[in-house]
C-alpha cells in the first residue's frame, strides 16, 4: 500500500513539472501567432 502511495506520489510530481512546461510552450506559441496576425494586419 505504501509503495502505491510512492508512486503516485512521484507520478503527480512528473505530472507537475511537465504541466509547466506546456504552458510556457503554449505561451511561446500564441506570442508567435499574435506576432504573425499583427504583421497581417499591418500589411493590409
Known amino acids: ?3 502505491l ?3 503516485l506520489i512521484i507520478i503527480g510530481i ?3 513539472l511537465n504541466m ?3 504552458s510556457r510552450s503554449s505561451e ?3 506570442a508567435k ?3 504573425a ?7 493590409a
Open 28 to 30: 511561446k506559441n500564441m
Open 5 to 7: 502511495l510512492v508512486v
Open 1 to 3: 500500500m505504501i509503495e
Open 20 to 22: 509547466g512546461n506546456f
Open 14 to 16: 512528473l505530472v507537475s
Open 37 to 43: 496576425n499583427l504583421q497581417l494586419i499591418y500589411a
Open 33 to 35: 501567432e499574435a506576432k
